[in-house]
Each structure stands twice: as C-alpha cells, then as structure tokens.
C-alpha cells in the first residue's frame, strides 16, 4: 500500500493542499481505531485510544496523536504496553489511591485513575492519585479536562521511567525525560483552562513530527554531542535502520530541559513525584544494569471546587481574571493575549472544519500500520468512509 495513487486517495476524507494531507477527524479517527482493533486491542478501547490521539491532533499537539500509533503498535508486539488492563489499587485511604496501571494504554488506565480521583475528591474534597506503571498516557491535558467535567481543579505531574531523552541545565548528558506538568481549572458552562506542557524546550513527538519534514523546532530545542544547542532534530535519534521507527534513545546528542535552571529544576521535580512518590520510579539511577522499562508514573491532586466555595465566587474570580489577563497590551501591534488552553481551543475549531494536517511522512508511517496489522487499501477506505 502506498500513500499515492491508491483507492485509499480515492476518499474524499483525505485532501492534499499546501504539500500536506489533510483528513477529516471523524475519518482518522474510525481509521486509527480500525487498526488498533485490528491489532487486538476490544472495540471500545481501540475508539479510546483513536478518539485520544485523533483529539491530541485536533488541539494541535501532533506529537502526540496519531504519529504514535505505529510505536504504540510495535510496543504492543514487544509487551511494552498491554491491551485490555484495569488498575489495581495497591494501597488507598479515603483521601490517596496508590494504583498500579500493570501497562495498559495509557488512555485507559489513566482515565480509570482520574474517575477514582475524582470520585474520592466529590466525597472528600480534595483526593490524591499516585499511577505507576502505566503505558503513554498522551496528552496529559486530557486527564485535566476530565476532572474539570466533574468540577474539579487538578495538578498532574508525569515521569517517563526507562526514558533518557533530556540534558539537564548545563549538562551534555540525558538524565530524564520530557516530563510534562499540567494543571487546570474548571468553569461552569465554559471549556476549563488547561496549562499542559513537556518540561523540555519540545516534546519528544515534536522532534519527531521535524525529522519526518514537519514543523521546525526552536534553535535551542536540542543539545548536540558536543553540548552546542541546535534546532536538528537528529542528533536525538542518530541513524535509523531501513523499516524501523526513529528510536529518541539512540542518537548522541539531547532535548534540552525548558526554561533554563528553573525549567531543569521543575523537570527534576517530575521525577520526584511522578516518579519516586507513586512508587512508579525515576527515570534511571547510577548502577543501574539495564535501561528501566518503559512507563509514565503520574502524581495528581483534585480539588473538588465545591469543596472550597459554597457558592459561584470562584467561576467569577477565574472569569474576571481571564479578562483581565486577556485585555494586557499585546506586544505585537494587533496581536492577541492567551490564558492557557486557548491556542489548543483556536486550534481544534480551525482543524474541526480545514481536517488534520499531516506531513506525507505521518501519514504514510500510519498506512504502514495499518498494512502492518494486514488492512487492505480497501479496508482502509472503508473504514476513511465510515462503512465498517
Ligand atoms: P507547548 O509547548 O505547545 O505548550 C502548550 C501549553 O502552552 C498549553 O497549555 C498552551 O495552551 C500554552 N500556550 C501555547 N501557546 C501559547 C500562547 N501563545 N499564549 C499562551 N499560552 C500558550 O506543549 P509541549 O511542551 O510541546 O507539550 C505537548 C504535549 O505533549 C502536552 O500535551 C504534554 O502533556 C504532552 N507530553 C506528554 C508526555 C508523556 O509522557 N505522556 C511527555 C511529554 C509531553
């Protein structure tokens, strides 16, 4: 199967303008959800997992959407993350759960933790979940915004365990990973606000989206082998083998940790809860033998708003600070002022109508999955088209 001159072209769900492909969420979402039932993954967690990466896309975090559905795929092949899982809850207050997420999909197993937290944090007011071991949790945003659904404001600190993608400040060498802090607030009636970032210069999913011809990153996005910063996404992957994925652990050079010392040091701190506190573990340690397998552990504390204010004084604190923070003067002339959360909003708008936009080298890596879990072009279409 190939991405040109196809049947798969054949679907009016897919468009090519401005030397990118364009498909309509709804399609790539039965389309990435047809593979991963294909690749034996229940009905209802394949849509999770497709209606998770497909909305990471829609707000405009490529990095996490659905470019990761052939690693997700290679990791299920290799039991790096498993389909089908519950958490386990090892140790629990009325406050705390400590919950194991035995590496199942991270759009799984974190969901079922934010229910447990929340529904602890409606009976108590305030609830603290600790997950360890658990598969790529993706945009940690979501987990956020599902708490707002239920009222509830929340902090989300996340590790990556086995992952040595980032150089600490002034460092060559990588000591952790992109650790991503998230933190939202909800409003009545009105999208919650969500601050949702990796603690490195870029996501990792960012500098793959470059090396596969995306968007450029930052010229301080990377830390070559000799410690010089570089927008080339390359020395982060080092030569990938013919068939492969670009592996982020096999190049000489680095990410580089987000907003200097105080960046690097909230980074270190990711480590501490989402990765010592849950009992999940660090990235890595001295002495270690091998490199530690793969999961995010994630920290998360929920606030039950109700629980602080008995009336309505809070949504209109938030609402009346959004304006103020809204009407500070642009620097740029004409230019506009965000709260965070809003870009992500803007985006998903403009994406819900124009579709995804995909470099041909995504979206020919997802024709691959799917050729890999044996679809045919004919299946693809159909699937694009919503006649499976
Ligand atoms: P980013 O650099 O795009 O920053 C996003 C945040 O900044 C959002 O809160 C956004 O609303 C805000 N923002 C963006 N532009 C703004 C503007 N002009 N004004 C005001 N606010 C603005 O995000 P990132 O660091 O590339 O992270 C991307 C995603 O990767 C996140 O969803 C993160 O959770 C995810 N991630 C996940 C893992 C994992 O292991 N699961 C690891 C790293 C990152």
Known sequence: MSSRGTETEASPAVRRADGQVHVDAPAMERFVG????????DAEEARRIAWRLTGANLRGHDSHGVLRTRRYLEWMEADK????????????????????GGYGFGQTVGEQTVDLGVEKARRHGVAVTALKNAGHLGRIGDWAERAAEANCASIHMVNVRGSLIVAPFGAIERRGSTSPFCAGVPRPGEPPIIHDFATSVVAEGKAMVALHGGKPLPADALVDADGSYTSDPRPLYGETPEGR????????????????????????????FGGALTGSGTAAALGDTGKRRFCNGMFSIYMQVGAFHSDDWFAREVSAYVDYWKAARPAPPGGEVLVPGEKERMTMAERTKSGLPLSEGVWEDILKAAR???????EVKAALAGQV
Request: net charge negative; hydrophobic share 40%.
């Open 34 to 41: 047809a593979i991963f039932e294909r690749a034996g993954c």
């Open 81 to 100: 993350v498993r389909p089908g899982q519950r958490i386990t809850v090892e140790r629990e207050t009325e406050a705390i759960a400590i919950v194991d």
């Open 245 to 272: 994925t670009p592996d982020p652990h096999a190049g000489p050079g680095a990410l580089a940790a987000f907003g200097l010392h105080k960046g690097s040091g909230l980074n270190f701190f990711m480590e501490m």
């Open 372 to 378: 890999k879990v044996g679809m045919s072009d004919r």
